[in-house]
């Protein structure tokens, strides 16, 4: 079964502590995306990588940190400077990220709360 | 990204009700997509339209890619207890998507 994981599902930590948040695809997908939601919003990008060991900041970068070391994996590390953590964090794929390519699949989220 | 107003915020569905929702924008886009989120989960891709004017359907759901390309309205046909969850619109400019905050869809008591 081709699909996004993220591990693990609900994760805690205590303020002052970088986490990293789990992201895998087995779809062959170029492209991957990170996003943050937090209640009554949209979703904001963090982070996206269109190839291996390359990605961008998105909208919410600071913060955050990322890796694109294999196609299949792009873990998003919450560092303490992020002031705000807590949220549901979802990790998304698409086949590229040209143009040509537009539809995002997401894998089941990560909620983390920070105390 | 962009800034996406979707509308209503809520509403209350009763079963075998038609809804409609939609989604504008200041600016233009070259892709629209429709999302549907239960709770607790990532969002499902339900309907992607690719041209100015396209309307198409996926079962029960309608939607459209407005002629403005500033726009896009999803219909839900007969509705049914399952459609409860939250719909977002998404706009597609370069390789990025600009989310909508969503609609919550709840079934009326």
């Known amino acids: 079964d081709g699909g996004i994981t993220q591990s693990p599902k609900y994760l805690f930590r205590k303020e002052g502590q970088n986490v990293t948040l789990s992201c895998e695809q087995n779809?062959?997908?170029?492209?991957m995306y990170w996003y943050r939601q937090d209640p009554g919003q949209g979703l904001r990008l963090i982070y996206y990588?269109?190839?291996?060991?390359?990605?961008q900041k998105g909208d919410i970068a600071e913060g955050y940190s990322v890796s694109r070391e294999k196609k299949e994996s792009f873990p998003l590390t919450v560092t303490s400077a992020q002031k705000n953590p807590t949220a549901f964090y979802l990790c998304?794929?698409?086949?590229?990220?040209?143009?040509?390519?537009?539809?995002?699949?997401f894998g089941p989220g990560t909620r983390l709360t920070v105390t | 990204g962009q800034q996406l107003n979707q509308s209503p915020q809520s509403m209350f569905i009763q079963e075998g009700e038609d809804v409609s929702m939609n989604c504008t924008s200041s600016?233009?886009?070259?892709?629209w997509l429709w999302y549907k989120q239960d709770p607790g989960e990532g969002p499902v891709l339900l309907i992607a339209?690719?041209?100015?004017?396209e309307l198409t359907s996926n079962g029960r759901l309608t939607a459209q890619f407005g002629i403005t390309r500033k726009d896009s309205f999803l219909n839900i046909s007969a509705s049914i207890p399952s459609d409860v969850g939250i719909y977002f619109c998404a706009g597609q400019l370069w390789a990025q998507l600009s989310f909508g905050a969503g609609t919550t869809v709840t079934v009326r008591a």
């Open positions: 339209l690719y041209k100015a004017g």
């Open positions: 990588s269109q190839i291996v060991n390359d990605f």
């Open positions: 600016s233009i886009f070259n892709t």
């Open positions: 998304a794929s698409s086949i590229d990220g040209s143009d040509a390519s537009y539809e995002q699949y």
């Open positions: 779809l062959n997908h170029d492209a």
